[in-house]
């Protein structure tokens, strides 16, 4: 037989663990999907001064929801995160538009996706504490965010916006890589 103090000790923890939960969407519009883009999906005006043919506009937001101290510990019993690629900001050039250069918009979603992984990943990895939690938090999101901003910036840069073929199979196959369904699932 346990001591009752044991079986109170357990059933806490327990109920910690239970409450612990995250969830994110990936969206596009308004759009629950992880499925790949279509042009149809960018609806802004074309930037007529712009050397490019499409740009991609994404975003991550959080909200953190049963926020608990105990001490100068902290539990969030739930984070949601939420990708979304703006289809009213994203823009081609109807004029232009290729297979190959969908390919590469959809790189630049697939780079969100990473950035979305990475966030969960780092939030899962943290110790909160109460004197910091919301700085804490900040310095992960924003930290985060702006290595795949730059990556996405690098991306561009390598690729020259997917006029350079063989740079572009190479991310194409960096890319292919991630099963995102199953990756963000974790």
Known sequence: MKPPMLKFLFALLFCFEATDTY???????NE??????????????????????????WGMIYQLNGIRTYG??????ELIVELRMDTKKSWCKKEFVTDDLLKHEQGHFD????????????????????????????????????????????????????????????????????DYTRALAK
């Open 32 to 57: 629950v999907t992880n499925r790949l883009l279509t042009w149809d999906d960018f609806k802004g005006k074309p930037d007529a001064n712009s050397p490019h043919y499409a740009v991609t506009y």
């Open 111 to 178: 780079i969100g996706k990473l950035c979305l992984k990475e966030f969960l990943t780092l939030y899962h990895n943290t110790t909160f504490h109460k004197k910091d939690m919301d700085a804490t938090m900040k310095n992960i999101f924003y930290t985060t965010m702006h290595k795949y901003d730059e990556l996405g910036v690098q991306y561009d840069r390598e690729t020259d916006h997917s006029q350079q073929k063989e740079a572009q199979q190479h991310w194409n196959t960096f890319f292919a890589k991630y």
């Open 72 to 77: 100068d510990s902290v539990h969030i019993d």
């Open 23 to 29: 969830s994110q969407k990936i969206m596009i519009g």
